[in-house]
């Protein structure tokens, strides 16, 4: 089934370009064509789109305005704003309405690429609601010790970037947040981030204050509360994965950019099953009474509840949310890296071996039958099986250093 | 401030110049005066002696020169005269010592004595007239008994001596009064010296002291106007000028520093505000600008990549119909050159190239030329000589500002331009106008957009006599007329935080009136819209013109 996207701008001229330019996708892509929100809004296609490409200003409805019907009518629809300005204000309208800001004038392949991953993503999670859930993600939990940590440090005189930053980076709903924010477009230079330190001084201090404080983009929580479902041990884990995937990318001489990438999806690898747990509690219930071990590897048990496992749905938030393909890969298939296109050693890799080192000190053998911890095929095409004991040994290091 | 501080200084040095002169004036006079004093004392003291000392001379001596002649009578006649010649010869002898004691007497208060004198010559009359007496006696028994003439002739004698006595005493006793009086005379010149060179030496240290006070009193306060000089020099504005309340020419000069201070202050914060206003200005406008320019340069990127691929694709028909017009007369070659030309034209999508191809042109010169306009609009717009007055085109800079402000007021009405193609060109500065009507459309779009519909700006120039004028009217709002006296005050805004500062209209006023001699006023209607009226002065430019 071909997906139907519809673009939205005012100037016919626009919608023009993009139409001659799009004609290639006319087999993959259903395209709609709309001069105002008006007119998008009676379309009688509305609540069955699968993406919504508007601008920001129009005469009568504005691009926020537009998104916000978008979400009433067809909450799992892919929305992406493509404007040439945008105003602070407005940008704030924006959070929880636009997945993606592209700044004119885009590259139509970047456009295309931003689609067709979004789409990708969205329809591997198969189940509707899940897609919904994904595309209107409320508040995600943070530990109060990092949260109150966070806000006594922004309420400082001179809160320092580098703490802010150091405290993001131990929060998975924060670091996704902040990089979500950071790469709208208005914040500066336009580019996909994989670093929260710069995400944190490209919005600077007042915009992480007002996200945090005022659009409650984490919620705190006390740890208790998510013990029933075995996520008290998630941000220790995520941190721990993230650390290493970090130091393996930096073994293999990976690039600065790949390093922060392999960090950072070692940080969210496990963002799905956030979301599942705080958005279907009950569906993530059942995956953990149906899952024989206490640990966070419940594969086969995801497999078996759910129309799709954590990894998928971590990944297309993080597609949503703008951040590099490297990052959605490995989220996606950090328990499958086989899943992956490429024959190299990527974040994906990094943070697979990473996974599977610190599922170890869970209790799992690495070569534990029936969960591949570690897939050794994989990791024997890359030739960098044999430079496991060496990364077992910085994990160790690293644990005793904790 | 002291009574003394609105004396001007003028006035001071001449009040004691003159007080000076004054005291010298009046210790000359008190000098002359005891000169002359001195001098008369003297006179008087001389005088007074020599007429004692020749008066009694004259009388010693007449009495001494008679009391010899009766002596010589007497020692002639020796006892044997008769008793008429003795007479005859003693008498007016006699009678001239009798007038002698007489005028002695009567001529007593004229000598001028003092109490002790009188007492002495008073004694000297006695003695005088005893003498007399004595004298007498001795003429009259010169001629009855001459035995008795010896014994008388001793008392006459011994009287004479004693008359004698109490002259040389009232002599010696006038000599002593005479020098001691002088000495006194003398005495008091001295005192009168003292006086003099002590009033002399306090009029001396007045004087100085006047001064000192006068210099302390001017230094202080311009030394400080000297101190908030040099910091005005040095860039500091925020100096306090001290001597502002005094009555004289510091107290002017403070206050001709304090106005050239806050002139440059003045001068500093319409700077700093024109700045910020025109900062403002450049930040809502940069945004709007990034949106009109990238909008087209979206569509023309678009259009130009879809050309390129579609030349790739007739590239690719032609070349096939270049192989099957080379291999026209080859009948194989012929066939396989067609059937590569049918392929060629069934990936080409021929139709959709042929339609899209033309508009794709247009539409990206369109697009060139929009972004162009923008551009002329920009540099036009930006005016960084705003300082210097320039012959413009009203009209033009109008247009000008509706090109850059367009993102401001396009989504919410639409612009209606009414201009008076027969506007003389004016002298002013292009700058500040282009804020100033900018100012004016964003605040009309503004107004336009609380009303939640789409509206009308209408913006209109014409001739009034010898005033231009600009009307920018928006079907907006309106201005409730509690806030109407307001709206030109700096700071008052009704607008949401982060849409205006309140400054806008504050400094289009002052832009108008005071850096143009025009007029800027309101005309609205709550729920009708509102019509600002710019009045700029033709004369005026005129007469700058010919400057």
């Known amino acids: 089934m071909k997906a139907s996207i519809l673009f939205v701008d005012d100037e016919p001229m626009l919608l023009q370009g993009l139409r001659r330019n799009l004609r290639h996708m006319r087999d993959e892509w259903e395209m709609l064509f709309a001069e105002s929100a008006e007119e998008a809004l009676h379309s009688s296609r509305i609540a069955d789109l699968d993406a919504v490409v508007t601008d920001m200003r129009m005469p009568g409805m504005g691009g926020a305005a537009f998104l916000q019907r978008v979400v009433e009518r067809n909450p799992r629809a892919v929305r992406i704003v493509l404007s040439g300005q945008i105003d602070k204000e407005n940008a704030y309208d924006l959070i929880g309405v636009g997945h993606q800001f592209l700044s004119k004038p885009c590259d139509i392949e970047v456009l295309i690429g931003t689609l067709r991953r979004a789409l990708a993503l969205r329809s591997a999670l198969v189940d509707e609601a899940l897609q919904t859930t994904v595309a209107n993600l409320g ?81 705190e929580y006390q740890e208790d509360n998510l013990k029933d479902m075995g996520l008290d041990k998630l941000w220790q884990h995520s941190v721990r994965c993230a650390c290493l995937a970090q130091e393996i990318a930096k073994d293999m001489e990976l690039g600065k950019k790949e390093i922060e990438q392999a960090f950072v999806a070692g940080l969210l690898h496990d963002i799905g099953a956030l979301v599942l747990a705080t958005n279907m509690p009950d569906a993530f219930r059942k995956v953990v009474q149906a899952s024989p071990r206490e640990d966070t590897i419940r594969l086969e048990a995801e497999r078996l509840t759910l129309p799709t496992i954590h990894g998928t749905i971590g990944a297309y938030l993080a597609a949503l949310w703008g951040l590099p393909d490297p990052v959605v890969e490995a989220i996606a298939y950090h328990h499958e890296p086989s899943m992956g296109n490429s024959s190299d050693f990527t974040p994906l890799a990094a943070v697979h071996v990473a996974e599977g080192l610190t599922q170890a000190v869970h209790g799992c053998r690495p070569d534990e039958p029936g969960i591949k911890v570690l897939d050794f095929d994989y990791l024997n095409a890359l030739g960098v099986a044999d430079r496991l004991a060496s990364w077992a040994k910085i994990f160790a290091d690293h644990l005793k250093a904790e | 401030m002291s009574l003394i501080a609105r004396v001007p200084i003028r006035t001071k040095i001449y009040l004691v110049s003159i007080i000076a002169v004054a005291m010298l004036g009046l210790l000359a006079w008190i000098f002359l005066a005891v000169l002359s004093s001195q001098r008369v004392l003297l ?86 007239q005893a003498y007399l007496a004595a004298i007498v006696r001795t003429v009259e028994v ?45 005495l008091g010149a001295a005192d009168a010296k003292a006086i003099f060179g002590l009033i002399a030496l306090a009029t001396a240290i007045a004087l100085l002291f006047c001064g000192w006070w006068l210099a302390r009193a001017a230094s202080r306060d311009l030394h400080s106007i000297t101190g908030t000089m040099a910091a005005l020099a040095a860039g500091e504005r ?72 579609a030349c790739a694709g007739l590239g690719g028909v032609l070349r096939a119909c270049q192989a099957l017009s080379a291999g026209a007369g ?63 085109d009203i009209n033009q800079m109008i247009e000008t500002t509706v090109t850059v402000s367009r993102n401001q007021w396009k989504y919410v009405a639409e612009m209606a331009l009414n201009l008076d193609h027969s506007l003389p060109p004016v002298v002013c500065r292009p700058g500040q106008i282009n804020q100033v009507i900018l100012n004016l459309i964003v605040n009309a779009a503004q107004a336009i957009e609380e009303t939640g519909q789409q509206g009308r700006i209408d913006i209109l120039t014409r001739r009034d006599g010898s005033w231009l004028e600009i009307a920018v009217s928006d079907s907006g709002c309106g201005i409730p007329e509690k806030n109407l006296e307001k709206i030109f005050e700096p700071f008052f805004t009704t607008k949401a935080v982060g849409k205006g500062t309140g400054q806008g209209l504050a400094i289009s006023h002052s832009v108008i009136t005071r850096k143009h001699g025009g007029t800027l006023s309101v005309d609205t209607a709550v729920g009708c819209g509102t019509t600002f009226t710019i009045r700029l002065p033709l004369e005026q430019s005129a007469d700058s013109e010919a400057a």
């Open chain 2, 142 to 186: 010169a001629s009855v008994e001459v035995d008795l003439v010896d014994r008388h002739m001793h008392d006459a004698s011994e009287a004479f001596k004693s008359v004698e006595t109490g002259f040389g005493t009232l002599m010696e006793r006038t000599e002593k009064a005479t020098s001691q009086a002088i000495a006194e005379a003398r």
């Open chain 1, 139 to 219: 508040s995600l939990p943070c530990p109060s010790a990092v949260y109150n940590e966070l806000v006594a440090e922004l309420d400082r005189e001179e809160p320092s970037m580098n703490r802010i930053a150091q405290i993001v980076s131990r929060d998975l709903g924060l670091t996704a947040t902040v990089l979500h924010i950071a790469s709208f477009g208005f914040f500066g230079s336009h580019g996909r981030l994989t670093n929260p330190v710069q995400a944190v001084t490209r919005l600077g201090v007042e915009r992480v204050k007002a996200l945090v404080l005022s659009h409650g983009v984490v919620t």
């Open chain 2, 43 to 128: 006179e008087e003291v001389e005088s007074g002696k020599f007429a004692k000392v020749v008066a009694l001379y004259q009388q010693f001596s007449m009495i001494s020169r008679t009391h010899a002649d009766l002596l010589d009578i007497l020692h002639v006649q020796d006892g044997l005269l008769a008793e008429e010649t003795l007479y005859v010869e003693a008498k007016p002898r006699l009678l001239d010592l009798n007038r002698i004691v007489e005028q002695m007497d009567e001529h007593r208060e004229s000598l001028g004595f003092s109490a002790a004198d009188a007492m002495i010559y008073d004694i000297l009359i006695e003695s005088a």
């Open chain 2, 238 to 309: 925020n100096v306090a000028v001290s001597g502002l309340d005094r009555g004289d020419e510091i107290g002017a000069m403070a206050r001709a520093t304090e106005a050239f201070r806050r002139n440059l202050e003045l001068a500093e914060i319409e700077r700093s505000e024109n700045q910020a206003q025109r900062m403002e200005a450049l930040g809502i406008l940069a945004g709007g600008i990034a949106h009109e320019i990238n909008t087209p340069v979206q569509f023309v990127g678009d259009n130009v990549r879809f050309l390129k691929d």
């Open chain 2, 330 to 392: 080859d009948g194989s070659d012929r066939a396989a050159a067609l059937q590569s030309l049918e392929q060629a034209l069934a990936g080409a999508d021929l139709d959709f190239l042929v339609e899209e191809i033309p508009p794709s042109i247009d539409q990206s010169l369109e697009g060139i030329d929009r972004i162009a306009e923008i551009v002329r609009a920009i540099k036009e717009f930006s005016h960084p000589d705003e300082a210097d007055m320039t012959v413009s």
